[in-house]
């Protein structure tokens, strides 16, 4: 048996986890370590505590014991700066944060959305790398941009890159020649020295302790869609956490004025995929509300959601729920029946991601020509009973819930075959989750018409 470390940066926690590879097809997976990722607020600047997360790291390096190799992903868009000696000039800034708010529209109509579009294939959104940097009072000062998988790998090693499908989440990367958009770069204001070499999942980066480190698919998105145990091509994928990255994996990018209409991004993915995708709020909306209402136990809040008859839809995506603080109170107020007992909210939210999936995955296969005859629900989200079963009754198609750790799987099966245990593209590497994880099936119930009726009423 051959292990590797998968390092897996979440939004509120990071882990450690060990997936040990044999030549007979067996994949193991264990969490050796897990750490809070808690940010903190100085003054009005919401941070990562990103030595805190480092120190998680390495505590976890130490309980994996001996492996043959290490990958990480981690969350997107967010980065460490630093100067030319390699030193840390502050601690990355948190994509929630505000700072943005008086740059993204001026930045949008300087550079012209379509055109951006165009170049990069991102959706509009206020958080990307671009209007962070352009909102950065250090960006002056710094050698680097390191994104912060790429950061840890760089305190881990000493090698300063940026891996491919993280990068193509910054709106700085040019989709269709994976390569930095030199001239929108300049055209934007953005020191050039900022951004480092490239590279792609699968190259060695350096070593730790004499241990390989393995560029993996960095985004950790792109590492849970490697994850997907998909049996063909004709599959849509949630990867369903704090976020629901919702989409269909091309092998080219989607530039259309109609898929800029509809706000879908094209992100790189491993083996020169493009991660066709919508982001939706996610269960982020839910996570802020147990934090509110101070119920550890999910549990309780599902079994009172199931006992609820339907509380009506809201659009999840609006700016309104992205920041933290009272999303009940935010929520029961866009509430159509005005109900606000806390199995009528979190119905509310379940309901609504549901329809944002069934939207989502429409959207996708119509712009993109790609036709979906299942939907595979990957993360954590795949534990919610409630929410896979809603989101195949609002598809109207079957969903297939699991793994879990699909992204620490992913990590773990590019770190496997960029070592030589394993060999063959994406399909085969998905054949081996199908032979050894978890997968539970839901088949769509209920009257498809009630769905249809819903999203026209909330969309037009």
């Known amino acids: 048996m051959k292990r590797f470390a998968a390092v897996d940066l979440g939004a509120s926690s990071g882990r450690v986890m060990v997936g040990a590879i044999g030549g007979d097809g067996r994949l193991d997976l264990t969490e050796v370590h897990r750490f809070p990722n808690e940010?903190?607020?100085?003054?009005?600047?919401?941070?990562?505590?990103?030595?805190?997360?480092?120190?998680?790291?390495?505590?976890?390096?130490?309980?994996?014991?001996?492996?043959d190799g290490i990958g990480i992903d981690s969350w997107a868009v967010d980065y460490g700066l630093i100067d030319?000696?390699?030193?840390?000039l502050?601690?990355?800034?948190?994509?929630?944060?505000?700072?943005?708010?008086?740059v993204f529209e001026p930045t949008l109509r300087k550079l012209g959305e379509d055109k951006l579009y165009a170049l990069t294939g991102l959706q509009k959104l206020p958080f990307n790398t671009i209007y962070q940097l352009l909102a950065e009072p250090l960006a002056p000062l710094a050698h680097r941009m390191l994104l912060i998988p790429d950061l840890i790998a760089y305190w881990l090693?000493?090698?300063?890159?940026?891996?491919?499908?993280?990068?193509?989440?910054?709106q700085l990367l040019d989709v269709r020649t994976g390569r930095w958009a030199a001239g929108l770069i300049d055209q934007a204001g953005i020191p050039g020295r900022l951004l480092p070499p490239l590279r792609a999942p699968g190259s060695v980066i350096g070593s730790y302790q004499g241990t390989p480190v393995f560029a993996v698919g960095s985004h950790d998105t792109a590492s849970?869609?490697?994850?997907?145990?998909?049996?063909?091509?004709?599959?849509?994928?949630?990867?369903c956490g704090t976020w629901s990255l919702v989409g269909v994996e091309l092998d080219e990018p989607v530039l259309s004025d109609e898929s800029r209409t509809a706000n879908f991004t094209n992100e790189g993915g491993v083996d020169g995929t493009i991660r066709y995708l919508r982001n939706v709020m996610g269960l982020w909306l839910l996570q802020e509300c147990q934090r509110e209402w101070n119920v550890p136990d999910v549990r309780e809040l599902?079994?009172?959601?199931?006992?609820?008859?339907?509380?009506?839809?809201?659009?999840?995506?609006?700016?309104?729920?992205?920041?933290?603080?009272?999303?009940p109170g935010r929520i029961a107020a866009a509430l159509p029946t005005k109900r606000s007992g806390r199995g009528a909210i979190v119905r509310c939210i379940l309901d609504s991601l549901a329809l944002a999936h069934r939207r989502a995955i429409r959207q996708a296969a119509e712009l993109s020509g790609k036709n979906v005859d299942v939907v595979h629900i990957v993360g954590g989200g795949a534990r919610n009973e409630l929410l896979c079963q809603?989101?195949?009754?609002?598809?109207?198609?079957?969903?297939?819930a699991g793994p879990v750790e699909a992204t620490a799987l992913g990590n773990v099966l590019v770190q496997a075959r960029a070592a030589g245990v394993l060999d063959g593209g994406l399909p085969a590497l998905r054949s081996v989750l199908r032979e050894t994880q978890q997968i539970r099936?839901?088949?769509?119930?209920?009257?498809?018409?009630?769905?249809?009726?819903?999203?026209?009423?909330?969309?037009?």
């Open 39 to 67: 940010p903190v607020r100085v003054r009005d600047t919401l941070h990562w505590d990103v030595l805190a997360l480092y120190r998680g790291v390495l505590e976890g390096l130490r309980a994996a014991g001996p492996v």
């Open 84 to 88: 030319a000696d390699g030193r840390l």
């Open 90 to 102: 502050g601690n990355p800034v948190h994509y929630r944060d505000s700072r943005t708010d008086g």
């Open 157 to 170: 090693t000493g090698e300063v890159g940026a891996e491919l499908t993280n990068a193509s989440t910054t």
């Open 224 to 239: 849970a869609v490697v994850g997907v145990p998909a049996a063909d091509a004709n599959f849509a994928y949630i990867s």
């Open 302 to 327: 599902l079994d009172a959601a199931e006992a609820e008859p339907f509380a009506g839809v809201i659009d999840v995506d609006q700016p309104v729920f992205l920041p933290p603080g009272d999303m």
């Open 390 to 400: 809603l989101t195949a009754d609002a598809c109207g198609k079957p969903v297939l």
């Open 441 to 460: 099936r839901y088949e769509p119930r209920g009257d498809p018409d009630r769905w249809q009726a819903l999203e026209d009423r909330l969309w037009g």
